[in-house]
């Protein structure tokens, strides 16, 4: 059994946000990024793509899913500058996986923000928040906004 003052540590903690690792190793954001969907329309104009349909976005050892993924390219049409995945989405790095209703990558800082009832799971372990901020440079996740857990023991 934890000690009390452990257990009062860990709920301040979580209510203010925590620092956890997400995937088993630094995401690398100068691949290329493979996208898979039913459907595609695609805005010369302003520069966009709109992918529907079982939209899957993988990226080297992630992959992230959704029903609809807009993706913005840079001005020079030299690759892309940042993806907004909504509906379901489901972000899955080596054994860690991520749920939310909003994600928005931003490939040039390396991090995605999923908003919207957060649901990370890692192994037996689960984290629920308003939002989670991924750094995939240092493959290091920050929860934030009415953060719970259920913190494991090690005993039955």
């Known amino acids: 059994m934890l000690p009390f003052f452990w257990l009062s540590f860990a709920t301040a903690s979580l209510a203010q946000g925590t620092q956890v690792a997400f995937g088993t190793l630094q995401q690398d954001t100068t691949l290329p990024v493979e996208v898979t969907a039913e459907n595609l329309s695609v805005d010369q104009a302003t520069g966009t793509a709109i992918f529907t349909g079982n939209v899957v976005a993988a990226q080297g050892e992630m992959r992230l899913s959704s029903k609809r993924l807009l993706v913005v390219y840079r001005e020079d049409t030299q690759g ?15 054994p860690d996986a991520a749920e939310s209703e909003r994600a928005d990558y931003n490939i040039d800082d390396g991090t995605i923000v999923m908003r919207g009832n957060v649901l990370l799971t890692q192994g037996p372990s689960a984290l629920t928040a308003d939002k989670m901020t991924v750094q995939l440079d240092s493959g290091t996740a920050q929860m934030a906004g009415s953060v719970k857990t259920i913190l494991q023991t090690g005993e039955n």
């Open 80 to 94: 892309i500058e940042r993806m907004e995945a909504t509906g379901d989405v489901v972000l899955v790095s080596g």
